[in-house]
């Protein structure tokens, strides 16, 4: 009987430690992704321009309705949220912190421009030793803290 326990406990722990693994190779996966979709000049490297470029591609993702404006509402049932359609993300504070941020004039919606700006404003934490362009190791650190945002890449503006 003790062998039988020690066999599910042991197997018990292999699968959650595969789990977890998968779940750092997706996240990783996930990672390289988004930073090929970044980088334009396909140079391993993404410059402040390119950084903006890539919250414009990623805008429509936010927007759920298409009229150019992100209300809060929109981030609850959206990409902000810890689990997209549960309102419970709001009351976690994660998504109220994030849409306030973004959100530079406070008429409760931001637009474009704005998480534009948010972006400009992001881009020397994230460029964390003042190269003038964030790697991939630096994109690993903003794509992990946006999470978990899920974000798509607008179709119509991918990489050629």
Same mark, same amino acid.
């Given at each position: 009987?003790?062998?039988?326990?020690?066999y599910?406990?042991?197997?018990?722990?292999?699968?959650?430690?595969?789990n977890n693994?998968f779940?750092?190779?997706?996240?990783?996966?996930?990672?390289g992704q988004? @930073? /090929?979709?970044? =980088?334009?000049?396909?140079?391993?490297?993404i410059?402040?321009? &390119?950084?903006e470029? %890539?919250?414009?591609k990623?805008?429509p993702?936010f927007?759920?309705n298409?009229?150019?404006?992100?209300?809060f509402g929109e981030?609850?049932?959206?990409?902000f949220?810890a689990?997209?359609?549960?309102?419970?993300?709001?009351?976690s504070?994660?998504?109220?912190?994030? @849409? /306030?941020a973004? =959100?530079?004039?406070d008429d409760?919606i931001?637009d474009?421009? &704005?998480?534009?700006? %948010?972006?400009?404003?992001?881009?020397?934490?994230?460029d964390s030793n003042?190269?003038?362009?964030?790697?991939?190791?630096?994109?690993?650190?903003?794509?992990n803290?946006?999470?978990?945002?899920?974000f798509?890449v607008s179709?119509?503006?991918?990489?050629?």
């Amino acid at each position: 009987m003790k062998n039988l326990i020690f066999y599910l406990y042991f197997i018990s722990a292999l699968l959650t430690y595969s789990n977890n693994a998968f779940a750092i190779e997706s996240n990783q996966l996930a990672t390289g992704q988004a @930073f /090929q979709d970044a =980088d334009q000049m396909d140079n391993d490297l993404i410059d402040a321009a &390119e950084f903006e470029t %890539y919250f414009e591609k990623i805008f429509p993702s936010f927007d759920l309705n298409s009229d150019g404006k992100v209300t809060f509402g929109e981030c609850v049932r959206g990409n902000f949220s810890a689990n997209p359609g549960v309102d419970q993300a709001a009351v976690s504070g994660q998504v109220s912190y994030r @849409f /306030q941020a973004i =959100d530079a004039n406070d008429d409760k919606i931001f637009d474009l421009e &704005e998480y534009i700006a %948010y972006a400009r404003d992001r881009f020397p934490y994230y460029d964390s030793n003042g190269d003038g362009s964030i790697d991939i190791d630096e994109f690993h650190l903003f794509y992990n803290e946006s999470l978990p945002c899920s974000f798509q890449v607008s179709p119509n503006m991918t990489k050629d």
